[in-house]
């Protein structure tokens, strides 16, 4: 019964805790106007259809746990004498019974915590499948800001190659530059128009991605996002590592799951003993035909007791050992998954520090070494004293490093969402040091 009241008490908790997690906005009230990652979680949380059908599979699970503990319906009974029995105290006629059967000691609470514990396992696949879809919505969003921005930054060398083509083309009017020059800017500026519609059209199949995981209709548009300050945060590996295995939840999921098996391995062994059921049988007696007689129409109450005989142990035997097989399948499968997540989380920390030390690298070295050298160039070049070819060089240097900036910043963003999914939404707890950036 404790269990039981445990239990129920987490559905409960379930079923009333506001489905957006800590940190998350209400549903946007137009769907037009998901523009903050906070926009596009809770809208996904509350619509993705994966979801949805998730949290009714745990519900489904839920609901087992009091079919589970119940006794079995109990049998009325009713028989009508086609001959009347004559007795001493008069004719018997009809007679009506009820019998309640009463699994083995134990057995009821085998199956309760069977179920149980896999409606606690459901839950937890539920967890783990929000993390995920978390994960899925993050991983598109800063993929769409990273589109963004490279539209953005294509835009700005477009009109700085612009401002180069014209200053060639003032150069060759004055006799003072060469016209391959300005066949040169001309050339760069149609290659980098044909990017930049490169890019513009990628934004279309992101567009569908993201509905697709918020289940909106594909034809409606996502205005471009934006993304909150950068914080480049540093991680504590073995920290991460703990805290996966602790706090994963497929892993709790598989935990609970072994719990149930274990428990069917309690319920299989009760099999060998059996079922006991009580009853009362009550008999419509008629008065005596012979007056006088004592107790004349006194109607008999009896006491019924039966059990059944468990005589097949053939079978009970083959299914205690099928559960402990079950059982010793779900311990190594938890085993395998948790090797599983654990390389995988070493590979995405790989990914994190990497990107992380690119991002310094491209912020606090390369690009304003860039930009340095590209000033230097212009000026150079207006001087006469470099050639256009060198200048567009500087250019294109500029834009490469600035993308590249903008792609490690998006898998610094892209790592931590996947390992805040590993470690159960808990990832702050490993932070150790962070910079605004």
């Not at 289940?215 to 409606?220: A, G, K, P, S, T």
Request: aromatic share 8%.
């Amino acid at each position: 019964m404790r269990c039981i009241v445990v239990f129920f008490g987490m559905v409960v908790s379930v079923l009333i805790t506001p489905p957006c997690f800590a940190g998350v906005s209400q549903v946007p009230a137009d769907a037009n106007s998901l523009v903050t990652l906070r926009d596009y979680l809770a809208y996904a949380e509350r619509n993705n259809a994966a979801l949805k059908s998730i949290f009714q599979q745990f519900r489904a699970a839920a609901e087992a746990v009091p079919q589970a503990g119940a006794l079995p319906d109990p049998k009325v009974t009713y028989g009508y004498f086609l001959e009347e029995v004559e007795t001493r105290v008069g004719p018997q006629r009809q007679k009506f019974g009820i019998m309640q059967t009463f699994p083995w000691f134990g057995e009821l609470e085998a199956q309760t915590d069977a179920a149980s514990a896999a409606a606690k396992a459901a839950s937890k696949r539920y967890e783990a499948e929000r993390l995920k879809l978390f994960y899925q919505v993050k991983n598109v969003f800063y993929e769409y800001v990273y589109l963004a921005r490279a539209v953005e930054i294509t835009r700005q060398n477009l009109e700085l190659l612009k401002h180069f083509e014209e200053v060639a083309r003032t150069k060759y009017m004055a006799a003072a530059g060469s016209h391959p020059d300005v066949i040169r800017a001309q050339v760069e500026l149609a290659t980098l128009e044909d990017n930049l519609r490169s890019v513009e059209e990628l934004r279309q199949p992101i567009v569908d991605n993201l509905n697709a995981i918020l289940n909106r209709d594909r034809n409606l548009p996502l205005p471009w996002p934006t993304r909150e300050p950068f914080r480049q945060l540093g991680l504590d590996r073995h920290r991460v590592i703990v805290m996966l295995q602790v706090n994963n939840p497929e892993l709790q999921a598989m935990d609970f799951e072994i719990t149930a098996a274990r428990s069917r391995i309690d319920l299989a062994k009760k099999k060998f003993y059996p079922d006991i059921s009580l009853g009362v049988d009550w008999i419509q007696t008629d008065d005596a035909r012979a007056g006088g007689t004592d107790d004349s129409g006194k109607d008999p109450i009896v006491a019924m007791l039966s059990i059944n005989l468990p005589i097949w142990g053939d079978s009970y035997k083959a299914a205690h050992r099928q559960a402990k097989a079950r059982m010793r399948k779900a311990s190594t499968d938890k085993v395998q998954r948790e090797n599983d997540i654990t390389a995988q989380a070493s590979k995405v920390l790989y990914k994190f520090e990497d990107s992380n030390r690119k991002v310094t690298l491209y912020l606090d070295t390369l690009i304003p070494k860039a930009k340095e050298m590209l000033q230097a160039s212009e000026t150079a070049y207006q001087a006469g004293t470099l050639d256009f070819l060198s200048l567009i060089d500087a250019q294109q240097t500029l834009l490469n490093f600035e993308l590249l900036y903008e792609r490690s910043v998006t898998n610094n963003l892209q790592s931590l969402a996947q390992l805040d999914m590993l470690v159960g939404g808990r990832l702050e707890e490993a932070e150790k040091k962070t910079i605004n950036r």
